[in-house]
């Protein structure tokens, strides 16, 4: 990171990770095209997961490269008279890969945990009509940055 003071550490970074409400995935296709995509995650033990369908192109991306960044953004407020915007940030690296069996099924219950606290019974059911045709995948942290940009230091 250029600027070392606006770095914040990792146990702040895997916290912002844990909060957010989504990120984006980044991963690249066979001949090295970039691809970045929003999408629903849920963060657990330096694991960060999330659901698909069967394929398409982020599934192709990682069969072919499972390298892959994920960053989530928090608290952002753009400020005009200091012609900036206040931010926190991470980014995360890892190795992506499908998650299988009772790992694959505590990701989805804690997606429903995250996203769907109240609905937990109706999520399991869900979670049974639409099994055949999602995968988990399961991003293993491999390092995880930081960032802030707080407002007052723009003045």
């Not at 970039?34 to 659901?51: A, E, Q, T």
């Not at 045709?133 to 390092?143: D, E, P, Y």
Request: charge should be positive; aromatic fraction near 10%; charged fraction near 25%.
């Amino acid at each position: 990171m250029r600027r070392k003071d606006k770095s914040i550490g990792s146990e702040e970074a895997i916290r912002l990770l844990a909060d957010c409400e989504y990120g984006i995935l980044s991963t690249a296709d066979s001949e090295g095209q970039p691809y970045g995509v929003p999408l629903n995650y849920v963060y657990k033990d330096n694991h960060i997961y999330f659901h698909s369908a069967l394929t398409g192109r982020k599934i192709e991306n990682i069969k072919n490269n499972p390298r892959v960044s994920f960053c989530v953004t928090g608290d952002t407020r753009v400020i005009p008279s200091l012609f900036t915007t206040e931010f926190v940030s991470a980014v995360a690296f890892g190795v992506a890969s499908e998650a299988r069996g009772l790992e694959r099924y505590n990701a989805l219950l804690w997606l429903l945990q995250k996203y769907s606290p109240e609905y937990i019974e109706e999520g399991k059911a869900y979670i049974e009509k639409h099994d055949r045709v999602t995968k988990v995948i399961k991003i293993s942290i491999t390092s995880i940055s930081g960032k802030k940009s707080p407002a007052e230091s723009k003045q």
